[in-house]
């Protein structure tokens, strides 16, 4: 999904408030969460993209879905419902987040892996971010299958691919020469 210019002063202006109230940490799990929702359920994010859905009950309905979130969080969902503007709203969340991380000096490295990963790859990758940065890492993992085995890691514009596909690639090439 594409973040939008509109998603990105939203999720600026939120973090601001959010900062000025010293919530920005409970807001960014709000964020978190609405992210994993709306990404995780289908249903809610149609819901939340039909036009011809009233805005009174998309925030009905939000308000709904995320009783206990933060005051600030709230005024979000009032604030997309006076602008009409709901189809964003995961948009802004992951801007949130990624906003969030950035101030608070935390950078994510996505990891990509052909099974879910298991605590043991867990702390091998957490040892080789430890040589690639000196920030506070987040990890996310992305499953693809095609890479067989191993990890390819990416934090920033650094790639490690340590990944058996890689080395099978390398491999051939070898024989090729």
Do not use: C
């Amino acid at each position: 999904m594409a973040s939008t210019r509109a998603a990105i002063r939203y999720a600026k202006a939120i973090l601001d408030l959010a900062d000025s109230k010293g919530v920005a940490e409970t807001v960014n799990n709000d964020m978190k969460l609405i992210a994993s929702t709306i990404g995780n359920n289908a249903e809610l994010s149609t819901f939340i993209q039909n036009q011809t859905t009233k805005v009174e009950v998309k925030e009905s309905a939000l308000l709904e879905v995320f009783a206990n979130v933060n005051g600030v969080t709230k005024g979000l969902f009032h604030l997309l419902f006076e602008n009409k503007r709901f189809e964003i709203l995961e948009a802004i969340a992951l801007e949130y987040i990624k906003l969030f991380d950035e101030s608070n000096g935390v950078e994510t490295a996505k990891v990509t892996t052909a099974i879910p990963m298991d605590a043991a790859l867990e702390a091998k990758v957490l040892a080789k971010v430890a040589t690639l940065s000196d920030k506070k890492i987040t990890i996310e993992n992305i499953v693809d299958p095609s890479i067989i085995g191993g990890f390819i890691l990416r934090i920033g514009d650094q790639q490690y691919n340590a990944s058996v596909a890689n080395r099978l690639q390398v491999l051939k090439r070898e024989l090729s020469n």
